[in-house]
T-cell receptor
Framework: SQTIHQWPATLVQPVGSPLSLECTVE??????LYWYRQAAGRGLQLLFY??????ISSEVPQNLSASRPQDRQFILSSKKLLLSDSGFYLC???????????FGSGTQLSVL | KNEVEQSPQNLTAQEGEFITINCSYS?????LHWLQQHPGGGIVSLFM???GKKKHGRLIATINIQEKHSSLHITASHPRDSAVYIC??????FGAGTRLTVKP
């Protein structure tokens, strides 16, 4: 069966510090991978998606970047965090763009 | 105007009631998702629709492609159904969510 791992669950970082959130998927190959953010009191927003290794599409210009160094690994990064980067970050995968989404457990990021 | 509109924003029901949550969208779609988010933040995918109707237990999801509208129905609602229900189009565009509270 397929599983998705996302860590850490919570993270408190100072403004200006770097960020690296990692997501890995097991039990499938060549998944579509997604990073979403949910700011406090707001809806989900797609940040990045990837259909293959090294292929990253960005939906919203921002202080963040994503990389897919391996087929089932998706990393969200920032060189310098802003206060506005605070939020709940979710990684997800699907077999294609036309199938169910499966979400990780999320990372609550607080930038202080 | 948002590309994905959900209604109502908040919904309170008594246990056992039939519940309907609506989603209208303005973009062309390949797939529409209904998601459930519990208070801890975790999200579970309930349905993925491209046409017609799907049923899973007490949950039913329908979509009308011509009218660009989808509904999520919960029959015989239960307090454990209390959650935020989110409509998503094409993995990329999300409604603001409907917060459902079912009282015993």
């Amino acid at each position: 069966s397929q599983t998705i791992h996302q860590w850490p669950a919570t993270l408190v970082q100072p403004v200006g510090s770097p960020l690296s959130l990692e997501c890995t998927v097991e039990g499938t190959s060549n998944p579509n991978l997604y990073w979403y953010r949910q700011a406090a009191g707001r809806g989900l927003q797609l940040l990045f998606y990837s259909v293959g290794i090294g292929q990253i599409s960005s939906e919203v210009p921002q202080n963040l970047s994503a990389s897919r160094p391996q087929d089932r690994q998706f990393i969200l990064s920032s060189k310098k965090l802003l206060l506005s980067d605070s939020g709940f970050y979710l990684c997800a995968w699907s077999r294609t763009g036309y199938e169910k989404l499966f979400f990780g457990s999320g990372t609550q990021l607080s930038v202080l | 105007k948002n590309e994905v509109e959900q209604s109502p924003q908040n919904l309170t029901a008594q246990e056992g009631e039939f519940i309907t949550i609506n989603c209208s969208y303005s973009v062309g779609i390949s797939a529409l998702h209904w998601l459930q988010q519990h208070p801890g933040g975790g999200i579970v995918s309930l349905f993925m629709l491209s046409s017609g109707k799907k049923k899973h237990g007490r949950l039913i999801a329908t979509i009308n492609i011509q009218e660009k509208h989808s509904s999520l129905h919960i029959t015989a609602s239960h307090p454990r159904d209390s959650a935020v229900y989110i409509c998503a189009v094409n993995d990329m565009r999300f409604g603001a969510g409907t917060r459902l509270t079912v009282k015993p």
